[in-house]
Structure formats: structure tokens, C-alpha cells
């Protein structure tokens, strides 16, 4: 247990007594705005998940009047390994297989405050899971307790972990209640109308640091990009802040990611009232690329495009365009292009509404195989355009 004792641990397991409860559910969870809410996880979707019960518990929160809580990167890592270890050995507990407990894991994270924690499994939801917390009276506690002021989560299988910490998260961290993740009122907003314009200069793996450089518009400066690093079956997660209109960091790994010389790593960027949304997933490596733009032309609805990559490449480069619709909606297309001795091409028709053009990510996601990392380019290009 933590140094503090009356923080509290709690478990939560859905058998028959527990969907008997929740038919005589609150309406808390219900009621909720959150995006993903209902979604099962799966390797696709987990962090939306994820960040769907942060979002559930900090709407609960804010309808009490108490601070919500900030994403914290050790507690999230503290979280994702108990549900990893738990969901890898079959066991379902607070004190695991060598003692620790949640106050134990968050310090071997690199958290220095105490901790509390609840836990769940077999719930197929975020809403689910936060429903079951809230009908028990030890993980209601925890979830509105008022000295809590960070969080992490991690899932993995049928294990959920969420941990809470005292501690301040650091300024700006995600708290999941931002646009991108929130569903209600969404269209009496002003849709953002400009791209992210995110660029991945670099992502490499070295030293045990995590080497990353992005450009992105100088609209989101002073933002938050939420970061997951994914190597030798451990996930490290942590936000970044966008500075000059680049994303830079060397971020030190957990000890068992130190001796990754690859990995996956994503950037999430929840865009704000000028920039949409964004991500990015792709690899990290030391081997570069050499991704870059020959040509680009967009004219009666068929876009052209080639440029080069390094010969050792294989694979496709992915394009996505974003373009924006008559009424203000956004709208994307998605293709890919052949990767053939060094170069990269494609022609494609696009359809109606994208053939006004758009901004164009082109992304090399890398190549495991030559320890190559992944890396993405962009530009606008808009109908009768050509760049050479």
C-alpha cells in the first residue's frame, strides 16, 4: 500500500452481481461527452480508449466541482505495466508477483509522490469501467477523492489500470476533455480550419533516449503532443510541448526500453481552435530514410507525385490529404504510393470533393528489417498547382 494510508487501492471484476449493478446505473457515466467511450480496445484503438476513461473520470469531476486530473507520464507508465504484468501472468491484484504495490510501482516509474489505484477487468468499455468504479463504494472513493491531481492508465487484455498521484502533472497535460476528445456540442463550434502541417524530421533510438524532431504550424505553439513509445513489449508514454513550430525532444527510456535499437513510437496531436487534429504513428530507428518530394501536381482531379527514399526501402509510402468541404467540414483521402529502387510514386483520381486539393502528408513508416526509421513530408497543393 502507499506510504499514506488512507489512499486507497481497489479492485473491480465484472461477474453477475456487478451487471446486476450497473442496470441501476448513475447517470454520471451515462450522461457523458466523451469520444470512444463505448469502444472495446484493441491494439488499434487503446490509447483512445484509454484516454476515454480519463476523459470519464474528469467529467465526473468537474460535475462535483473538483480539479480534474492531469496525464502524467510515470503514473501512466506505473499503470501500463501492472495491467501488462497482470494480463501476461494471469493474476489479478494491487500487490503483484515481487511485492510492489501501486505506491512501489509509481516510484520505480520515477513518480515522487504517493499513489493510489483502481482496477478492473472483463469490462468491454471505458463507460463500462468507469460505471463499475463508481457503483463501488472504494473506487468512487478514489475517483472523487479532492487531493488527487494526476492520473495514468493502462490496459492490456482484460486488465485495467488506472493510478492516481498528488502530485501536479505538468503544465498543460492531457486531461481527456480537450475537443478531439469529446463528442457533445462539437458542432455549435467553428470547425479549425487550418492542418497541423506536422512533419517528422527525425525519430531515431539511441543511448536509451528516444530522439525525436517535428515540425508542426506555428499555430500550435504552447500546445501538448502526447507521445507513446512502443519497444521490447513495453509502452513509455509522456506529453511534449510544441516550441517555435517544432517538436523536439531526447526523451530518457524506462530501463526496459533502454536497449531498444528500434521501436514504434506516436505522436497525437489534439489540435485547438485554429489547428485540427492530428497524428502520426511510425518508427524509430537509427537508419534514416531520406524521404523527399520531386514532384507534385494536382490538375482536373488527378494528383501526381514521386520523389525518392533510400534504395534499402521497401514497402509503400502512405498519402493522406486533408481537404476542407464547401460547408467548413473536413474531409480526407487516403492512398499509397510504390516504393521501387529508391524512388516513390503515384498517380491517383481523386474524388469530387477532394479534387480542390488540400494539405498532403506523405509517410515513409520505416523498415524493421534495415533498422529503418520512418519519417513524414508535407505539403499543400491545390488544384492547377505543380511543384517540382
Not at 91 to 120: I, P, Q, S, T
Not at 217 to 231: I, Q, Y
Not at 262 to 288: C, F, H, K, M, W
Not at 365 to 377: A, H, K, P, V, W
Request: charged share 25%.
Amino acid at each position: 500500500m502507499p506510504s499514506l494510508p488512507t489512499l486507497r487501492t481497489a479492485v473491480a471484476t465484472l461477474g453477475a452481481g456487478l451487471v446486476l449493478a450497473l442496470a441501476g446505473a448513475t447517470p454520471a457515466a451515462a450522461a457523458s461527452s466523451c469520444a470512444y467511450a463505448d469502444e472495446r480496445p484493441d491494439d488499434r484503438n487503446r490509447e483512445r480508449v484509454e484516454m476515454a476513461s480519463v476523459c470519464l473520470v474528469n467529467e465526473i469531476r468537474e460535475q462535483r466541482g473538483l480539479r480534474v486530473l492531469g496525464l502524467e507520464r510515470s503514473l501512466t507508465g506505473a499503470a501500463a505495466f501492472h495491467s501488462q504484468d497482470m494480463n501476461l501472468f494471469d493474476y489479478f491484484a494491487h500487490v503483484n508477483r515481487v511485492g510492489a504495490d501501486a505506491g512501489d510501482r509509481a516510484k520505480a516509474a520515477g513518480y515522487g509522490g504517493d499513489a493510489g489505484e483502481n482496477l478492473a477487468r472483463r469490462v468491454t468499455s471505458a463507460r463500462q469501467a468507469v460505471q463499475m468504479w463508481m457503483d463501488s463504494p472504494t473506487h468512487r472513493a478514489n475517483v472523487l477523492d479532492e487531493r488527487y491531481r494526476s492520473i495514468g492508465v493502462g490496459i492490456a487484455g482484460d486488465y485495467w489500470a488506472q493510478t492516481f498521484g498528488l502530485l501536479d502533472p505538468p503544465r498543460g497535460a492531457l486531461t481527456g476533455l480537450e475537443s478531439a476528445y469529446r463528442t457533445a456540442g462539437a458542432e455549435a463550434l467553428p470547425p479549425a480550419s487550418n492542418p497541423s502541417k506536422l512533419q517528422v524530421l527525425r525519430a531515431g533510438v539511441a543511448d536509451g533516449r528516444l530522439d525525436v524532431l517535428a515540425e508542426i504550424t506555428t499555430r500550435s505553439e504552447g500546445d501538448w503532443v502526447h507521445v507513446t513509445f512502443r519497444a521490447n513489449g513495453a509502452r513509455h508514454t509522456f506529453t511534449e510541448q510544441v516550441r517555435d513550430g517544432r517538436l523536439r525532444f531526447r526523451e530518457a527510456l524506462p530501463r526496459g526500453q533502454r536497449g531498444a535499437s528500434s521501436g514504434i513510437v506516436e505522436l497525437a496531436y489534439t489540435g485547438n481552435e485554429q489547428v485540427r487534429p492530428t497524428s502520426v504513428r511510425l518508427r524509430a530507428a537509427d537508419g534514416r530514410a531520406g524521404l523527399g518530394r520531386s514532384h507534385l501536381s494536382l490538375a482536373d482531379g488527378v494528383l501526381r507525385a514521386h520523389g525518392t527514399v533510400s534504395s534499402r526501402a521497401r514497402g509503400v509510402a502512405r498519402l493522406t490529404l486533408g481537404f476542407q468541404r464547401p460547408d467548413g467540414s473536413t474531409g480526407t483521402w487516403e492512398g499509397n504510393a510504390s516504393i521501387a529502387d529508391g524512388r516513390w510514386s503515384t498517380t491517383e483520381s481523386l474524388p469530387a470533393e477532394a479534387a480542390g486539393g488540400g494539405y498532403l502528408s506523405i509517410q515513409f513508416t520505416g523498415y524493421l528489417d534495415e533498422r529503418m526509421r520512418g519519417e513524414q513530408i508535407a505539403k499543400q497543393v491545390l488544384a492547377g498547382q505543380t511543384f517540382e
